[in-house]
Nanobody, 126 residues
Framework: VQLQASGGGLVQAGDSLRVSCAAS????????MGWFRQAPGKEREFVAAITRSGGSTAYGDSAKGRFTISRDSAKNTVNLQMNSLKPEDTAVYYC????????????????????WGQGTLVTVSS
């Protein structure tokens, strides 16, 4: 399984940005795709996760109300639409995949994901 993230960049506070991740390889391993982010000097933080059909989603506290995760099951891609961006959203955003859905205690933990993309940098200036 390979994950390829794209769409990062430099934006101003209040702007919107969409990052995407394309998965290739064994589709059974990418039933759940998620986004995490990591700012310099900080731990990797859960942003959002979604099942292949889009029927189940989960969001981290920092994403609720501003970010929307979506999935194109035909293309096996996952998108993260980020609105009202803040400087504290600055981080490298990583997509990840695992084969099963579960409680937040599972899908929000980076160590529970089997596959990771290379990350895409999002910088929000004030």
């Amino acid at each position: 399984v390979q994950l390829q993230a794209s769409g990062g960049g430099l934006v101003q506070a209040g702007d919107s940005l969409r990052v995407s991740c394309a998965a290739s390889g064994r589709t059974s391993s990418t039933y759940v795709m998620g986004w995490f982010r990591q700012a310099p000097g900080k731990e990797r933080e859960f942003v959002a996760a979604i099942t292949r059909s889009g029927g189940s989603t989960a969001y981290g506290d920092s994403a609720k109300g501003r970010f929307t995760i979506s999935r194109d099951s035909a293309k096996n891609t996952v998108n993260l639409q980020m609105n009202s961006l803040k400087p504290e959203d600055t981080a490298v955003y990583y997509c990840a995949a695992r084969p099963d859905w579960g409680l937040m205690s599972i899908v929000a933990r980076p160590e529970k994901y089997d596959y990771w993309g290379q990350g895409t940098l999002v910088t929000v200036s004030s």
